[in-house]
C-alpha cells in the first residue's frame, strides 16, 4: 500500500456524518489525517412549502457516531454543525477545524441537495434555487475561503475534491441537481487554473450508483445491465479515489473529474 501523506493533515468533510461522507471521513482518519465532520443538524424546510429530501438525515447522532468510530480506531475527529445554505456557515467550518486542530489542507466538498420530484413538469424557481443554493454555491465558497486561509497560514501543498455525479451532464429526471453538479465540474477546473500557483489541486470524484441503502432491488436490477463492471459501487470505491486525490503522488493532477462508476455513463 502506497503511504498517501495524510498523517498529521487536517481535512474537512462536508455532509460527513451518513453515507458517502461518512465512510470518506473514516477512510481518511485511517490513513492519518486529522479529519473535521460537517453535518447538518435539522431537515432544510421552505417556510410555509414543506417539500420532500431525498437523503438519510442523520444530524448530530450521525455526526457523534462517525467521530466515535473513528476515535475508537485510533483516529481524531471533530464535529461541526451548520446549513450550507447559509452564508455564515462557510467561516464557522474553517474557525472551528482550526482551533481543532490547525489549518486546513484538505477539503471534500461531499454534502449535497436533492429533492424530489425533479423533472421538466415539477421544476420551480425555489427547487432550483435550493438545489444550486448548496451543490454548487457552497461548495464555490468552501473553495474560496479554503483558499484564502491556506494562503495566510503560508501553506504549501493543498487539495480540494469535489463530490459530482456521473450523469451531471445528462441527468433526466433529475434536472436540477444534474446541472448543479455539472456547474461544480465547470467551477473544478477554473479554480484548478486559479489556485495551481498556491500549490492547490483542485478535483472532482463523479460517482455512479452507490448503494448507501436506497437502492432497492428492483432497481438495482434495472440499473446493472448499464454498469459494464456488474455491481452497484460501495462508499468505499468513492473514500479510496478521495484518498488518491488528496494523497502526496497527486501533486501534479488538477482539473479532472474522474468518474468512480464501473464504467457507468461514460
Known amino acids: 500500500m502506497i503511504d498517501p501523506g495524510l ?3 487536517v481535512a474537512v468533510v462536508t455532509g460527513a456524518n451518513s453515507g458517502i461522507g461518512a465512510v470518506i471521513a473514516r477512510v481518511l482518519a485511517g ?3 486529522l479529519v473535521v465532520i460537517h453535518y447538518l443538524d435539522a431537515p432544510p424546510t421552505d417556510p410555509g412549502k414543506p417539500y420532500a429530501v431525498e437523503f438519510a438525515f442523520k444530524g448530530e447522532a450521525g455526526a457523534l457516531s462517525v467521530g466515535e468510530d473513528i476515535r475508537r480506531a485510533g483516529g481524531q475527529a471533530s464535529w461541526v454543525s451548520g446549513d450550507l445554505a447559509d452564508f455564515d456557515t462557510i467561516p464557522k467550518i474553517f474557525a472551528h477545524a482550526e482551533d481543532a486542530f490547525g489549518p486546513v489542507s484538505v477539503l471534500v466538498n461531499n454534502a ?3 429533492e424530489l420530484p425533479d423533472t421538466i413538469l415539477s421544476v420551480s424557481g425555489a427547487s432550483i434555487d435550493r ?6 454555491r457552497a461548495a464555490v465558497l468552501l473553495m474560496s475561503e479554503f483558499t484564502r486561509r491556506f494562503r495566510q497560514h503560508n501553506l504549501e501543498e493543498g487539495r480540494i475534491i469535489n463530490i459530482s455525479t456521473d450523469a451531471a451532464q445528462a441527468f433526466a429526471t433529475q434536472i436540477a441537481y444534474g446541472a448543479s453538479k455539472a456547474a461544480l465540474e465547470a467551477f ?14 483542485v478535483n472532482t470524484v463523479a ?10 432491488p428492483d432497481l438495482e436490477q434495472q440499473v446493472l445491465p448499464s454498469i459494464p463492471m456488474g455491481r452497484l459501487g460501495t462508499p468505499e470505491d468513492i ?16 482539473g479532472q473529474v474522474i468518474k468512480v462508476s464501473g464504467g457507468h455513463a461514460l
Open 7 to 9: 498523517q498529521g493533515r
Open 31 to 33: 490513513h492519518g489525517a
Open 112 to 114: 449535497a441537495h436533492c
Open 131 to 136: 438545489h444550486f443554493r448548496v451543490n454548487t
Open 188 to 201: 473544478t477546473r477554473s479554480v484548478a487554473i486559479e489556485v495551481g500557483r498556491f500549490g492547490i489541486t
Open 207 to 216: 460517482p455512479g450508483p452507490v448503494q448507501t441503502g436506497w437502492i432497492q
Open 239 to 254: 473514500a479510496h479515489a478521495v484518498v488518491f486525490l488528496a494523497s502526496t503522488q497527486t501533486g501534479w493532477l488538477t
